[in-house]
């Protein structure tokens, strides 16, 4: 995307760079986010969009991963360039940081392609420079100097060092306690790497010695007494000797470093990078955004905007007047040009940069401060904000105006977003109106999407009667005699312009005077909007009660779901505790008759007796769990009740494994036709397997006779399909809940909601609905046989 300087200072986009480049942990990502730009395809833009989801993710899960790093590592990378340079101890522990901060990151995130993908792509892309760290980190303290371990020779020298720099002190410090009176000071000192004692001038002890300074009075010399000369010799030496095996580890350092320049330079990139996504991330954060809609379908869709530095400006104000009134405008595909209308000072001007600097920003990767924001796939941002006059250059408010305009139909490249301010202005205004039409006109034939702010009464009458154009004003409080800021779409807006003088202090005569020279004919086009705007007011009050409703209504029905759930659950609990004391009661009583026969046969038919009682009472427990759609099972008959049986009922005569019709019954037993047989069984061995003629099934929470249970099985001939178009979203998901019950019920293991394409907020709350419906098991689009996007299908559960 092509933005111009011009547009990039208009729009204000430098504070939010900076603002970014605030939250950035490095100097590598601080100078990515103070030189970023927009991305040119909108495929980019896309995928850093992604990329800064995946940072707010990453932040919201584990925190700031540990990329950090003090200080820009470019001048020594710069450096290991050159052949035979050798850097020093603290730029090596620089470039070793950077190594250090690459290997974290690539431990902290290379692997995890499952949640950050992008992320783990720029950290898995960093080369490996954990054997650099492991090199040189453990012998570099945090202030730079070098440890004793970085080599053996080292170690050797500075013990030895040590050993004659304490020699040289204990013989240094015995002069002290013998000379107590020839010395100006009870303590030794060093001068020019040698170790002396401060001796008063003139004294005798000044003369056995060598001299190695004078203080500034002159009255202390600095002696190096004979006794310790051989020694300082060799503490020098030793000393030397030293600073030249810094020199090699130095060295030897560099080369290694050197050899992996490029990969250093490829970590210092890695690394600013994936600091600048996490900048973006926190930056998202600390503005409430969201991800932008990069669509292709053409038009502009902003919902609840805030323009970021004027929020972050009033913020530090405080207060309700400290407060960003959000920005709500729409373009649909088919209109091209936006006219905002309304009094001076009343947000036209904040509207057209809001929407100009989260256009740039959702093209840099950024997410924006609102609740929804959705714009074409754009090449350029045009921009012609504010008064351009110039002394210097001889051009009045108008020529500077079209000298930008001409700028831009040079450059023109679309698709563009073109954003003009005060269009027309500056000259005749049936000129200026002309000439704005005119230039409109171009624009949109030339492929261009346009906002513009106007005062002109005839631009606004074009923009009533050119389909292609829409109308808005920025609201203006009649009563309080000032604007609100609030930007009303459909409607024209006054400029206002005699009551705002008035409130600013014109003396009411002329006042009034002005308003009887306005043309009657103005006045009542004034009037006639005022009406429109109040109208729309009203309307918008309407549809965000019926909001607040609709919430309230799906809050009830989101409680009632929840206690329903709850309900069944305590239900279920109480069955299978009362099926499980039943069966330990048949169980116990079974013993204790068990425990009173004497004879081996009898024992063992009240065994198999028991046996077959707990068989029983087990499947009545199930059945009875089947009538509450716990577990049931598809198939089973459409209602089984287990019961006394009466004339007419089909029974299942378990003594003969057969089924028949009840012709008489009594307490004790019942007479059953199976074919053409007729017998008398007891109603023990009887269990009802179809229910009398015109047996209704039971209503929820009807209760049954005791040992009467009920299962339900599926419904026959439920549709496979459900038509939500024209309806509402809650319309539409309270059929398509009814739907998945009867479908369930029926054992469909597939079924197709019909829902079009429309603006697709019927199909994303039909697709939200079915991922969290206890019936569905899955759901994909439509196939193009199927009904395409404008059909899912849901894969039921069994």
């Excluded at 993908?117 to 492991?134: H, I, K, M, S």
């Excluded at 609102?370 to 351009?388: K, W």
């Excluded at 577990?631 to 029974?651: F, S, W, Y």
């Amino acid at each position: 995307m092509i933005v111009f300087e011009a547009a990039v200072e208009s729009l204000e986009f430098d504070a939010v760079r900076a603002a970014l480049a605030r939250l950035c942990a490095t100097p590598m990502g601080e100078a990515l986010a103070l030189s970023l730009r927009p991305h040119e395809d909108p495929r980019q833009a896309e995928e850093a969009l992604a990329e800064t989801a995946e940072a707010r993710d990453l932040l919201e899960e584990q925190g700031r991963p540990p990329i950090r790093l003090p200080a820009d590592p470019g001048a020594p990378l710069a450096r290991l360039a050159i052949s035979g340079t050798r850097l020093g101890a603290v730029e090596i522990l620089l470039l070793v940081r950077l190594c250090a901060v690459a290997t974290a990151a690539r431990r902290a995130l290379a692997r995890r392609n499952d949640r950050w993908p992008r992320l783990a792509g720029r950290a898995g892309a960093l080369p490996d420079l954990e054997a650099l760290v492991a090199l040189i980190e453990p012998h570099l303290s945090p202030s730079g100097e070098i440890a004793d371990t970085a080599s053996p020779d080292l170690r050797r020298l500075r013990r030895r060092g040590s050993h004659l720099a304490a020699r040289v002190r204990e013989i240094l410090e015995s002069i002290l306690r013998r000379d107590e009176g020839s010395l100006s000071d009870q303590f030794v000192t060093e001068r020019g790497g040698r170790y002396v004692l401060p001796v008063r001038a003139g004294s005798p002890s000044a003369r056995k010695g060598i001299v190695h300074g004078v203080s500034s009075s002159g009255a202390t010399v600095f002696l190096e007494p004979m006794e310790t000369i051989e020694l300082n010799n060799e503490l020098v030496e030793a000393r030397e000797e030293e600073a030249a095996e810094i020199e090699r580890v130095l060295a030897e350092w560099t080369g290694r470093l050197a050899g992996r320049r490029e990969d250093l330079i490829e970590a210092a990139r890695g690394i600013g990078s994936l600091d600048l996504a996490l900048a973006r991330a926190e930056l998202a954060r600390e503005q409430r955004a969201v991800r932008p809609e990069i669509a292709g379908r053409g038009g502009l869709r902003v919902t609840a905007a805030r323009h970021p530095v004027l929020e972050q400006t009033l913020a530090r104000r405080g207060g309700v007047e400290g407060r960003v009134v959000p920005l709500t405008l729409s373009l649909e595909p088919g209109e091209r040009t936006l006219v905002i209308s309304g009094p001076n000072a009343g947000g036209k001007t904040v509207a057209l940069k809001t929407v100009g600097l989260l256009a740039v920003m959702a093209h840099c990767g950024l997410h924006v401060p609102a609740e929804e924001f959705e714009l074409p796939p754009l090449r350029q941002i045009l921009v012609d904000i504010g008064d351009r006059q110039s002394i210097v250059e001889s051009l009045s408010t108008f020529s500077a105006h079209v000298t930008a305009t001409a700028a831009m139909l040079r450059q023109l490249d679309p698709p563009a977003l073109v954003l003009l301010d005060e269009v027309g202005t500056g000259t005749d205004p049936a000129e200026g109106v002309a000439l704005a039409t005119a230039l409109l006109e171009h624009l949109m034939a030339r492929g261009a999407c346009c906002i513009v702010t106007t005062h002109h009464g005839a631009l606004k009458a074009w923009a009533y009667a050119t389909p292609e154009v829409a109308n808005a004003a920025v609201e203006f409080d009649e009563q309080k005699l000032r604007p609100t800021y609030r930007l009303i779409q459909g409607v024209a807006g006054a400029s206002s312009g005699l009551e705002i003088a008035a409130r600013l202090g014109i003396d009411p005569g002329i006042i009034d005077s002005a308003r009887s020279r306005v043309s009657p004919d103005a006045r009542q086009s004034e009037a006639l909007l005022a009406r429109l705007r109040d109208l729309l007011a009203q309307t918008e009050e309407d549809r965000e009660e019926a909001g607040r409703r609709r919430a309230l209504l799906e809050q009830e029905r989101r409680l009632f779901l929840e206690s329903s759930e709850a309900d069944l659950r305590r239900r279920k609990e109480s069955l299978e505790a009362q099926g499980a004391r039943l069966l330990d009661e048949l169980h116990r009583k079974s013993v204790v008759i068990l425990s009173r026969v004497e004879e081996r046969r009898e024992r063992l038919k009240l065994e198999r007796e028991r046996a077959k009682r707990e068989a029983e009472l087990r499947q009545e427990v199930a059945e009875d769990m089947q009538r509450l759609g716990i577990g049931a099972a598809p198939g089973r008959p459409a209602l089984v009740l287990t019961g006394p049986p009466r004339q007419g009922d089909r029974v299942f005569v378990a003594s003969l494994k057969k089924e028949g019709v009840v012709e008489e019954s009594d307490e004790e037993a019942a007479v059953v036709r199976i074919g053409s047989a007729r017998m008398r069984v007891r109603l023990e061995e009887c269990r009802v397997a179809q229910p009398r003629a015109g047996q209704d099934r039971p209503e929820p929470g009807v209760s049954l006779p005791p040992g009467v249970t009920a299962a339900f099985a599926p419904r026959e001939n439920a549709p496979g399909e459900v038509m939500l178009l024209g309806l509402s979203v809650e319309e539409a998901l309270s059929r398509l809940d009814k739907f998945l019950d009867d479908a369930f019920l029926s054992g469909r293991s597939e079924v197709r909601v019909i829902h079009g394409h429309g603006t697709g907020r019927l199909r994303g709350a039909v697709r939200e609905f079915l991922s969290t419906h206890p019936h569905v098991e899955s759901h994909r689009a439509g196939a193009a046989t199927e009904g395409g996007t404008g059909a899912t299908i849901a894969k039921l559960r069994s």
